[in-house]
Structures are given as C-alpha cells and as structure tokens.
C-alpha cells in the first residue's frame, strides 16, 4: 500500500476508481520499493543502510516445487535414492508420491525447504528397517507415504505473522 500510494496518484471521493491488483502487479510494485518505502513500513534506518539491495519474491508453484524435488543433481529424491543403493537397495518412489509431497509442502506452505521434511517424515522408518531386513527392493507407493506422514505427527501451526513454527 506504501508502494502502490507512492506510484499511483489515485483520486479520492465518490468518484475514485478502486482497483485491485493481481499478482503480478504486487509483485512490480514491490520491485519499486525504496527506502523511503521500507521507512515508512517500520524499519529503521539504520538497518536499511545495511541492505544492499531489495527485491520481491513470488510464490514457487506446484511445477517449481515438482522440478526442486526431483531434478537437481543432488535433488532430495536422488539422495534418497543413493542412500538406499549404498545399502543394496534399490529404491523406487512413485511420481503420485513425489506429487503428493510437493501437494502437502504447498498445503503446509513450506516452500522448497519443507519437501525435505516431508519426504524425511515418509522415508525415516524405510531407512531404519529396510537396510536391517533381507529386501532388495522398496517401492513407495502414495498409500504408504499417506500413512507415514499422518503417523509422523507434522504439528506445524502458522504464527502471527504467517511464519510455520514447530508446536
């Protein structure tokens, strides 16, 4: 609203036009940001010398978080995958596991960093039984990564300010 009222002479009265804007347009107007903008938001001065620069972010969508998943190099489902083979299993997860994961970090609104949580909440009794027993083979299927993580007991509550905190 700082923003928007310093880049947009709006009328007021009967007459004035109310716009809303979308997400792309909060997100130009947040690149507009000054530091005059961040004064009269709250911050104070002397922090804001300390800030090289100030830029918007957007949400990451459901493909973002899909490609952050399995994609990389050292991408969280590769690791698991590496980490079964050191112990001679061959690990498969299924692609409606990897989207009920991105599903749940979006649900939760964690972001990229919450896909390892989940995906540690699903994986973390397959890690300790599975290299003790005899299988060659795990193959994680969505049933069982819904049934591990309403066991894993997520307590994760947004505060005040939208941050997740663990309860």
Known sequence: KIVE??????SMGFGAT????????????????????????GLIPELIGRLPLSCALKELSKEDLMVILT???????????????????????????????????????LGARGLRSIAESIMMDAMYDVPSSKK??????????????????????IGEWGNIYEK
């Open 5 to 10: 009222s310093r880049v947009h002479q709006q």
């Open 18 to 41: 109310i716009s809303s804007l979308n997400d792309e347009e909060k997100t130009e107007l947040l690149n507009q940001t000054n530091p005059d903008d961040l004064v009269k938001f």
């Open 71 to 109: 994609e990389p190099k050292n991408s969280i489902i590769k690791q698991y995958i590496k980490l079964f083979a050191m112990d001679g299993v061959e690990l498969t997860i299924e692609d409606d596991v990897k989207e009920f994961i991105v599903d749940k970090a979006i649900e939760y609104k």
């Open 136 to 157: 060659k083979k795990l193959v994680i299927t969505r049933v069982y990564a819904e049934e591990k993580l309403s066991c894993a007991h997520l307590n994760l509550h």
